[in-house]
């Protein structure tokens, strides 16, 4: 088969080959950061065999879809470590996002000691290094192997998919993951992370379910510029509205009237009219617009067609 790299140039082989392999054919410096791999314009496990003429991608942690798996992977290593400490907890949903991943967990809130505690479980994960390995079950056994490993929300997933699906796990260790991929290799690859923060999330995102407690990390392939990520989160942290403004003077809140509903002190009542004053000059004589004023009230109906009256009524 002959295999066409991203340069254009061919490479021919007179067996079927794993990404993997071909990327060490390539380059052992490549193989070792190597993510995942694309195969004629479909991402794929570098654990993948190519067994026909193809166009193949190796991809490492610069592109987007090599961050993806690698920070996808840290999420199984959070769901494993979560498991070690908390057998009781039961396992969601745990994906990748920008700049990071989180895992949503059925168990109560946990506290930054919590985090920390769970963060040392999972380098303990990571240096153990298990192989990450991929399988598939029909879906009835896919269903049996969470039911007995008493996983419902698994359980409730797998039952959302077609009769017929055939489903794909991720296994590093005794650990198993309902997922479809790709990941990393092994979990030894993982060189950087931090968790973040933890948060509440209702399961599937409506109201109406349970909450459960989410943790958000995020991950990188080098210490450094997991070091200056860190940096720029402390640095808007610290640039937040929410709190400037409160050390400033400008406004405060009080929990009788809700959280999100800022009271304006002198300072920032004073700030308010001097824009609201540039503001209706700048319209008014530059710009030529003439204003109405409408009512802060109306009838229930205006907020019925709204949506609003069943809401907050």
């Known amino acids: 088969m002959i295999i066409t790299l991203k340069d254009g140039s061919k490479k021919e082989y007179a067996s079927p080959m794993s990404i993997i392999d071909i990327a060490k054919d390539l380059s052992d410096g490549l193989a070792r950061v190597a993510c995942v791999g694309e195969v004629d ?56 996002i920008e700049n990071g991943f989180y895992y949503d967990f059925d168990m109560p809130a946990l506290t930054r000691e919590d985090l920390d505690k769970i963060e040392a479980e999972m380098k303990k994960i990571i240096k153990k290094g298990d192989e990450i390995t991929r ?51 092994s979990t030894k690859q993982i060189k950087a992370f931090k968790l973040t923060s933890s948060s509440g999330a209702y399961w599937r995102g409506d109201e109406h379910n349970k909450m459960l407690t989410r943790i958000y990390g995020t991950a990188f392939n080098k210490k450094s510029d997991l070091e200056e990520y860190l940096e720029y989160l402390a640095d808007i942290k610290n640039r937040d509205h929410n709190k400037l403004g409160r050390e400033m003077e400008l406004f405060t809140t009080v929990d009788i009237i809700g959280q999100g509903l800022p009271l304006f002190l002198p300072k920032g009542t004073k700030m308010i009219q001097k824009l609201q004053r540039w503001i209706e000059d700048l319209e008014d004589y530059e710009w030529g617009y003439v204003r109405t004023r409408t009512p802060l009230m109306a009838k229930s109906t205006l907020y019925k067609i709204s949506d609003h009256w069943y809401h907050y009524k």
């Open 41 to 96: 314009g479909e991402v794929c496990d570098l654990r993948t065999v190519v067994d026909k003429d193809a166009e193949v991608n190796i991809l490492t942690f610069d592109s987007d879809a090599g961050k993806h798996a690698y920070r996808h992977t840290c999420s199984h290593v959070l769901a494993e470590a979560v498991k070690n400490l908390y057998p009781d907890s039961k396992m969601t949903i745990g994906p990748s």
């Open 135 to 185: 399988f598939t079950l029909p879906r009835d056994e896919a269903i049996k192997l969470f039911e007995e490993r008493n996983e419902p929300y698994k359980v409730e997933l797998i039952e959302d998919l077609p009769e017929d699906e055939i489903i794909s796990f991720y296994q590093q260790g005794d650990f198993i993951e309902l997922c479809a991929g790709p990941h990393l290799m």
